[in-house]
């Protein structure tokens, strides 16, 4: 997915906005912290949000109760086999 965005003056600096879907989608709020990395190219910015590891391991175990709970006929079919 590839957006057009322009820069906001903020100050003596600019600033991105990033539209609220794109929050949602990302889980991510008005306070959550990025990392802002170079490209591999050296012509773009990579913007990751950052986790601390309690929220990944939230998020880990979230996933994998939804995984578990979607593949249990599945799997508990494979287990009598």
């Known amino acids: 997915m590839a957006l ?3 820069l906001t003056k903020l100050g003596n600096s600019a600033a991105l906005v990033i539209d609220r ?10 306070q959550s912290a990025v990392e802002i ?3 591999p ?6 913007i990751r949000p950052v986790r601390d590891e309690e ?4 998020r ?21 086999r």
């Not at 929220?55 to 939230?58: L, P």
């Not at 880990?60 to 009598?80: I, M, S, V």
Request: hydrophobic share 35%; proline share 4%.
């Open 60 to 80: 880990f175990e979230e996933a994998r109760k939804k995984g578990n709970k979607k593949l249990a006929p599945a799997l508990k079919e494979l287990a009598k």
């Open 21 to 30: 879907p794109i929050l949602d989608l990302l889980e991510m709020n008005n």
């Open 55 to 58: 929220e990944h391991n939230r």
């Open 4 to 6: 057009r965005k322009k």
């Open 41 to 46: 190219d050296g012509e773009c910015l990579v």
């Open 37 to 39: 990395t170079m490209g």
